[in-house]
């Protein structure tokens, strides 16, 4: 008997006890990484739409003509068909609207996981604007609206 060796109940217990405090700790980071990636998508999203937005505008005299929001999701989908318009399970380009006609342009990215949109404004006047709106207080700058 003298020859078998083992942990005391204690022993576990206070093992098991530091676990649980490391995984308290380690569990809410990780799921905070989560949100960031569902934002990081949906800015890399209104990223690629406005670049999307700039080659139909080399294509079609440096205008932004593609009238209403359901031809300018089409219009920039079929330059660029990474750009999602149709799968709510993720981040989608929900608005493509020109702006004085078709002096500058608006898209919005909404992210279906956090309800966060991201919009990319260029003005007539050429004035780029990133804005965020969150209805979670997630990534907008700290606050519901913001820009990123």
Known sequence: MSDERGFTLIELLAAMLIIGIL???AIPSFLSQ???ADGSSAEILAQTAETAAKTYAVENGGAYTWGNSKHGLAALH???PGINIS????????????????AGYELVVTDSRTGDT???????AG?????CKSPTLHDCSGGKT???
């Open 127 to 131: 004035k780029l604007e990133h804005l």
């Open 118 to 124: 991201y919009t990319v404004k260029l003005t007539a």
């Open 146 to 148: 913001g820009k990123w």
């Open 23 to 25: 995984a308290a700790i």
């Open 78 to 80: 079929t330059i660029e």
């Open 87 to 102: 799968d709510s399970t993720e981040a989608e380009l929900t608005g493509a609207k020109e702006v004085s006609q078709g």
């Open 34 to 36: 989560q949100s960031k």
